[in-house]
């Protein structure tokens, strides 16, 4: 591609300072009081995706927050590639441990990002990533390069599980035919190991609720005598592993894939260096599934995780009371033929049979997802890999990531394309964390690497 390095090394400047504009608006669906936010947000985005050249941007309403629609069609018998991403945020609390406040961007160097990180809630997950395609876009059709057909799908509720554009792309099946989907919002290996995530998990994710006494009591009086929900709840919670960290509900490893021996040995040819990985997180050890290594235990293996867990007194100083109710909140993540409707129905039959008289249990699914795999030898994961080959200079390793993006497996379902996932992250990151960045060089890589992705793959179309 012709002088996709000058084109980025004279607006470098720009391009982060429109990505900090955009990391100043606080786009957090999760949260209603940040409604007009979000609508600020997806605006901008529009405005972005007008200036880089799409010739037909709109705002589709949902019932929730906007999705962002563009695009751009040169010549039908092209090939079309449909990019999607997400606008919204996460949360940015605990607030008080950031260094810098979450919507106020600030550059700062760091040990794995010596040439600057942007940090604020975004930067990397995924307003960084998303905008990388919206400045390949606009150095493609201003240097006329634009190869191929492109959609826009730039969406507002993802960190809350994406139900509304579920029904978008149920309904719209013809606006949004293309010959592939491109996504970053994974990450990569390091800055000198590209890799292509191959593989997303699934997720169910539930609400349990233990009720025991109608009311809250003295844990003098009644302590000892009758079931305390918080107690039976943290041992309801401690079965659900074995010794060996297997999950212990009845059928949950039913369908699980099972990777070969001669997949395994591939996938541990990738660069991984424990004591660095205990070190960045200040642990002694791993923890996890027996049998496992640590890269497995969080790509290829399902697991169960207590996200939140509160009831009773946790105000300051001390209260001497039993609850009448505890609650917690647990996430499940999914590999490929688990399905996740099916498993939330598991979770919740062996939940419930496990609870001992004396208290109630309900448990809410809140959302959910199936896991996702492509295949190496597709157009799509080819021509990214010859990409990451001019610009890293280096074959990108394939890689399964433990995170979800459970809209995937929806685009494949209904729009019948496979995703190509072309993330530029870091695990160290910090995305949904507090301190949350993203390199500038990360940045400005997928930048430069994203047009020859285009490239590629109209070349490799023919
Ligand atoms: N971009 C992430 C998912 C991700 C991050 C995948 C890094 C692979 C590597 C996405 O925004 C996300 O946070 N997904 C949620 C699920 C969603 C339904 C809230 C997740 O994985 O927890
Ligand atoms: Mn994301
Ligand atoms: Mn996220």
Redesign the pocket.
Same mark, same amino acid.
Request: net charge negative; charged share 25%; hydrophobic share 20%.
């Given at each position: 591609m012709n002088n996709i390095q000058s084109y980025i090394k004279e607006h470098k400047t720009r391009f982060i300072n429109e990505l900090i504009e955009l990391l100043k608006i606080p786009s957090v669906s999760a949260d209603s009081a940040y409604k007009n936010d979000v609508l600020k947000t997806a605006e901008a985005v529009k405005t972005s995706l007008e200036n880089a050249g799409c010739n037909h941007v709109e705002i589709c309403p949902t019932q929730g927050h906007p999705i962002v629609y563009g695009e751009k069609v040169i010549d039908k018998n092209l090939p079309t590639i449909l990019v999607y991403g %997400?606008y919204d945020v996460?949360p940015p609390d605990p607030i008080n441990l950031w260094d810098s406040p979450p919507f106020e961007p600030v550059i700062k160097k760091t040990d794995l990002h010596p040439e600057g990180a942007i940090f604020a809630r975004g930067a990397c !997950? !995924?307003k960084g990533q998303m905008y990388m395609h919206v400045k390949a876009m606009e150095f493609m059709t201003t240097t006329n390069q634009l190869p191929c057909n492109v959609k826009f799908m730039i969406e507002g509720e /993802? /960190? &809350? *599980?994406?139900v509304n554009l579920a029904t978008y792309v149920k309904a719209n099946h013809d606006k949004l035919k293309n010959d592939v989907i491109l996504i970053s !919002?994974?990450?990569m290996i390091a800055n000198d190991v590209p890799s292509i995530?191959t593989g997303?998990?699934g997720?169910s994710?539930v609400e349990v609720e233990v009720t025991g006494p109608n009311r809250d009591l003295h844990s003098g009086l009644y302590g000892g005598a009758v079931a305390n929900p918080i107690n039976i709840l943290a041992k309801m919670i401690a079965s659900l592993h074995d010794e060996n960290n297997h999950i212990t509900i009845p059928g949950f490893y039913d369908k699980v894939e099972e990777l070969s021996k001669e997949e395994r040995a591939e996938m541990a040819k990738a660069p991984f260096n424990l004591d660095a990985y205990k070190k960045a997180l200040n642990i002694e050890a791993v923890y996890g599934e027996t049998g496992y290594s640590t890269n497995e235990r969080n790509s290829i293996r399902p697991t169960l995780d207590v996200n939140g867990i509160w009831g009773g007194y946790t105000g300051e100083g001390a209260k001497t009371v039993i609850a009448s109710k505890a609650y917690a909140k647990i996430?499940m993540?999914l590999v490929p033929n688990q399905d996740w409707e099916e498993i939330t129905q598991l979770f919740k039959t062996h939940f419930e049979n496990i609870a001992p008289k004396g208290v109630t249990v309900n448990v809410k699914p809140h %959302? *959910? =997802?199936q896991g996702y795999v492509t295949p190496i030898d597709s157009i799509g994961y080819q021509a990214a890999s010859k990409a990451y080959q001019d610009t890293f200079g280096k074959t990108p390793i394939p890689q399964r990531? =433990?995170?979800? &993006?459970?809209i995937v497996s929806l685009f494949e379902q209904e729009l019948k394309s496979k995703t190509i996932?072309m *993330?530029f *992250?870091l !695990?160290s990151d910090a &995305? %949904?964390s507090p301190n949350e960045h993203f390199g500038i060089f990360n940045y400005l890589k997928g930048i430069e690497t994203i047009p020859l992705f285009y490239k590629y793959f109209t070349e490799l179309s023919k």
């Open positions: %997400h996460q !997950d !995924d /993802e /960190e &809350i *599980g994406s !919002d994974t990450g995530t997303l998990r997720l994710y996430s993540r %959302h *959910g =997802g990531s =433990g995170g979800s &993006i459970p996932l *993330g *992250g !695990d &995305i %949904h």
